[in-house]
């Protein structure tokens, strides 16, 4: 298949039997992932760190089980259901097809539903991060990640999730800046690590996430989709299993992919800051939820608890405030 046809293919289809999706299906099957990934164990812990500081992300099989996998994924069905009941026509808040679960929620985060709150005490977790900002001390920024469903047959251009500062007109959510010009925020050790977990096999063909490793500390402008080469459009994290977790910096270039399973994929995540790096952090949890997390939980979230005089107000929304 030429780079030509798959750049056509990659455009909205009218239907799923089209001739172009129909090709980039035998296409992605054929071709798609990233030759030679590592799927590491729970007990790679030290392999892990190392792939994590040289690819920018890693990923580790087996570390949730049958029931929390079972459990995470019927909470992904049910706030994509709640949001989905408010797009008709998929249009999307992240392209069409796909979505945000922090930005369709009115809290940004989904913290108030147990689902997530489960995956704030995955021992692993607790230990893989700490290692990374060789500190106990990170918090949580917020409880999110994304879905898409089939029919989602664009790509998402590549990105980063954290830059240097832009003011408030531009972001609420912006933090870093070096008046002498002299460092980025690629130069600091990694300020803001996003951990996915996988409620449902990834596969070629049900939009896994595309990771352009090493790329965390690039200051190389991130190419445009009419400009990315075919390797980077194929350099996607799968075959991966349920249960599984990736790891990522979230400044490493990364972008979704097209989904062409017949199923909805979605990787809910945490979100966390080391604990020298701070921006805005928006309540996502109500004091009374809070005060029956665990102790671990607890010290993750303290700085996304509404205050104990306040209604947080949770809900589906296709536009975060």
Request: glycine share 6%; with cysteine.
């Amino acid at each position: 298949m030429t780079d030509n046809s798959v750049r056509q293919a990659a455009r909205p289809a009218d239907a799923p039997e089209a001739p172009e999706v129909a090709a980039l299906r035998a296409h992605l099957a054929a071709h798609n992932g990233i030759k030679g990934l590592d799927i590491l164990q729970p007990r790679d812990t030290t392999r892990a760190l190392e792939l994590f500081r040289r690819d920018g992300f890693v990923v580790i099989a087996d570390v949730l089980n049958d029931e929390q996998v079972e459990i995470l994924a019927a909470g992904c069905h049910a706030v994509a259901a709640d949001i989905l009941a408010l797009d008709q026509d998929r249009s999307g808040n992240r392209g069409s097809h796909r979505y945000s679960f922090g930005g369709s929620s009115l809290t940004r985060s989904q913290l108030h539903r147990p689902e997530w709150q489960m995956l704030l005490d995955i021992p692993l977790v607790t230990e893989l991060v700490t290692a990374i900002f060789e500190s106990p001390d990170y918090v949580l920024r917020a409880a999110s990640g994304d879905f898409c469903l089939s029919g989602a047959v664009e790509y998402q251009p590549l990105h980063s999730d954290v830059g240097d500062w832009r003011s408030a007109a531009a972001t609420p959510f912006s933090a870093f800046h070096d008046p002498r010009r002299q460092l980025t925020v690629r130069d600091l050790p990694c300020p803001y690590v996003c951990v996915n977990f996988l409620p449902q096999e990834v596969t070629r063909l049900n939009g896994p996430t595309r990771q352009i490793p090493g790329t965390q500390h690039s200051r190389t402008p991130i190419p445009s989709l009419a400009d990315e080469p075919e390797w980077m459009r194929l350099s996607t994290v799968c075959p991966a299993p349920a249960g599984a977790i990736m790891i990522r910096d979230v400044r490493a270039w990364h972008g979704g992919t097209p989904n062409i399973s017949g199923a909805m994929r979605a990787i809910p995540n945490l979100e966390f800051y080391a604990p020298w790096f701070r921006e805005p952090i928006v309540p996502g949890i109500s004091h009374g939820d809070y005060k029956k997390l665990s102790d671990h939980a607890q010290r993750l979230v303290r700085h996304c608890v509404a205050d104990s005089s306040e209604t947080l107000i949770t809900g589906a929304t296709l536009r975060a405030p």
